[in-house]
């Protein structure tokens, strides 16, 4: 047993929040090549040691708060926040039996995160050079245009992103095959010559009519086309990999979970550009999967939440870009102070202060809060004050 237990986690607090789908102001449902949704979730967790508290949290349905408060807050309760690794890995044996895949995985990325900012914080030094450090600011790319968004709609958010400096957007695919290359042409008009144009299929298509669609996307000027089909279909990805024209960049990734996930998708050949998300792996498995792909010469991207990834992404090498991705963009602008700014399209962490910076803004927060719960160890001789649970 450490003698130094002011470091002992001792205080956990859970928010689960639903924030509607919204474009221009105006709240509306969202669609990609394969599904449609109304509101994001998000799972907030603060974890508190000594006289310091960090701030984690995933994009992901309440009911990941259950996992939280039954399942790993018991695994990880007293241990030392400096510990990363440890508690990584506790949680991951502590959903052994239910699945670590998809809710788990999330609910185990937010506590993982909050003990990263929790450990910058005792450090006294910020989460991206707690991390390494390696870059200053990190490239973003604008991301959105949903399948469902009108011309006029698709043409005005890309313009948008392109005069505020970045130097590439991305665009969704995959709902009506037959329209996207007109839709992408219509892009790549709007944006010009100089700014990248990324496509985003979410998994929608077959393999042969991905190949063709490929084709036809290289030749509108295309450089990126993430998830062709679904990453469940590794040989599939192989293929489209192997066969797609240059310069098109075949990019998945964001559904892995596990450091399995992304040794797979790598030893397969499934990739040009992996993708990772701390939100759902992790900062602990977004480090295990940027240490494979620099070991594999394999560019590496960061996944949404632009807000923690700022942080995350920098502090790696073979970072190339984070996504800006609408939702995720606006969420954290609402919810957080302290969200990175951009400067000439590129992200900026913060520096200035300890861990990854965001602070919940609990008043503008509030009216999204489903759920939440609290609990307080009194003692670390002593059980667990009950938990305080209440939903809105």
Same mark, same amino acid.
């Given at each position: 047993?450490?003698?130094?237990?002011?470091?002992?986690?001792?205080?956990?607090? %859970?928010?689960?929040?639903?924030?509607?789908?919204?474009?221009? %102001?105006?709240?509306?449902?969202?669609?990609?090549?394969?599904?449609?949704?109304?509101?994001?979730?998000?799972?907030?967790?603060?974890?508190?040691?000594?006289?310091?508290? %960090?701030?984690?949290?995933?994009?992901?349905?309440?009911?990941?708060?259950?996992?939280?408060?039954?399942?790993?807050?018991?695994?990880?309760?007293?241990?030392?926040? +400096?510990?990363?690794? +440890?508690?990584?890995?506790?949680?991951?044996?502590?959903?052994?039996?239910?699945?670590?895949?998809?809710?788990?995985? $999330?609910?185990?990325?937010?506590?993982?995160?909050?003990?990263?900012?929790?450990?910058?914080?005792?450090?006294?030094?910020?989460?991206?050079?707690?991390?390494?450090?390696?870059?200053?600011?990190?490239?973003?790319?604008?991301?959105?245009?949903?399948?469902?968004?009108?011309?006029?709609?698709?043409?005005?958010?890309?313009? $948008?992103?392109?005069?505020?400096?970045?130097?590439?957007?991305?665009?969704?695919? %995959?709902?009506?095959?037959?329209?996207?290359?007109?839709?992408?042409?219509?892009?790549?008009?709007?944006?010009?010559?100089?700014? *990248?144009?990324?496509?985003?299929?979410?998994?929608?298509? *077959?393999?042969?009519?991905?190949? @063709?669609?490929?084709?036809?996307?290289?030749?509108?000027?295309?450089?990126?086309?993430?998830?062709?089909?679904?990453?469940?279909?590794?040989?599939?990805?192989?293929?489209?990999?192997?066969?797609?024209?240059?310069?098109?960049?075949?990019?998945?990734?964001?559904?892995?979970?596990?450091?399995?996930? =992304? +040794?797979?998708?790598?030893?397969?050949?499934?990739?040009?550009?992996?993708?990772?998300?701390?939100?759902?792996?992790?900062?602990?498995?977004?480090?295990?999967?940027?240490?494979?792909?620099?070991?594999?010469?394999?560019?590496?991207?960061?996944?949404?939440?632009?807000?923690?990834?700022?942080?995350?992404?920098?502090?790696?090498?073979?970072?190339?870009?984070?996504?800006?991705?609408?939702?995720?963009?606006?969420?954290?602008?609402?919810? =957080?102070?302290?969200?990175?700014? !951009?400067?000439?399209?590129?992200?900026?962490?913060?520096? $200035?202060?300890?861990?990854?910076? !965001?602070?919940?803004?609990?008043?503008?927060? +509030?009216?999204?809060?489903?759920? $939440?719960?609290?609990?307080?160890?009194?003692?670390?001789?002593?059980?667990?004050?009950?938990?305080?649970? @209440?939903?809105?």
């Amino acid at each position: 047993m450490r003698s130094d237990d002011d470091a002992r986690l001792h205080r956990i607090t %859970g928010d689960a929040f639903e924030v509607p789908t919204a474009i221009g %102001g105006r709240e509306r449902p969202e669609t990609d090549g394969t599904i449609t949704w109304s509101s994001t979730g998000l799972l907030i967790v603060r974890l508190a040691a000594a006289d310091k508290t %960090g701030l984690g949290f995933a994009h992901t349905p309440s009911a990941a708060l259950g996992i939280v408060r039954d399942v790993l807050w018991p695994a990880t309760e007293g241990m030392d926040g +400096r510990d990363t690794e +440890r508690i990584f890995w506790a949680m991951a044996r502590a959903v052994r039996n239910i699945g670590w895949r998809g809710l788990c995985a $999330s609910a185990i990325s937010a506590i993982d995160i909050a003990v990263h900012d929790l450990a910058a914080r005792l450090a006294g030094v910020p989460l991206v050079q707690y991390l390494g450090g390696a870059h200053d600011t990190v490239p973003a790319y604008g991301s959105g245009g949903f399948t469902d968004y009108t011309d006029q709609e698709l043409t005005e958010q890309l313009s $948008s992103w392109a005069e505020h400096g970045l130097r590439a957007v991305k665009m969704k695919v %995959g709902s009506d095959p037959g329209d996207d290359p007109r839709r992408v042409a219509l892009a790549r008009d709007t944006i010009g010559p100089h700014v *990248e144009l990324f496509v985003d299929a979410n998994g929608a298509y *077959e393999r042969k009519q991905a190949l @063709h669609l490929a084709n036809r996307f290289a030749d509108l000027g295309v450089t990126w086309f993430e998830e062709p089909v679904s990453s469940d279909d590794r040989a599939g990805l192989t293929l489209l990999r192997d066969r797609m024209p240059a310069p098109l960049r075949l990019a998945a990734g964001e559904y892995a979970y596990t450091p399995a996930d =992304f +040794r797979d998708l790598i030893t397969d050949d499934c990739v040009d550009v992996l993708q990772a998300d701390a939100t759902r792996c992790g900062i602990t498995g977004f480090r295990i999967a940027a240490s494979l792909a620099r070991a594999h010469d394999i560019p590496l991207s960061a996944h949404t939440a632009p807000a923690l990834h700022a942080s995350v992404a920098a502090a790696f090498d073979g970072t190339i870009n984070v996504e800006y991705f609408h939702d995720h963009a606006r969420i954290a602008g609402t919810f =957080f102070d302290g969200v990175p700014g !951009l400067r000439n399209g590129d992200l900026v962490p913060d520096r $200035s202060s300890p861990g990854h910076g !965001l602070e919940l803004k609990e008043a503008d927060a +509030r009216p999204y809060r489903v759920a $939440s719960f609290t609990r307080v160890t009194d003692s670390f001789a002593t059980a667990t004050a009950p938990a305080r649970i @209440h939903n809105n």
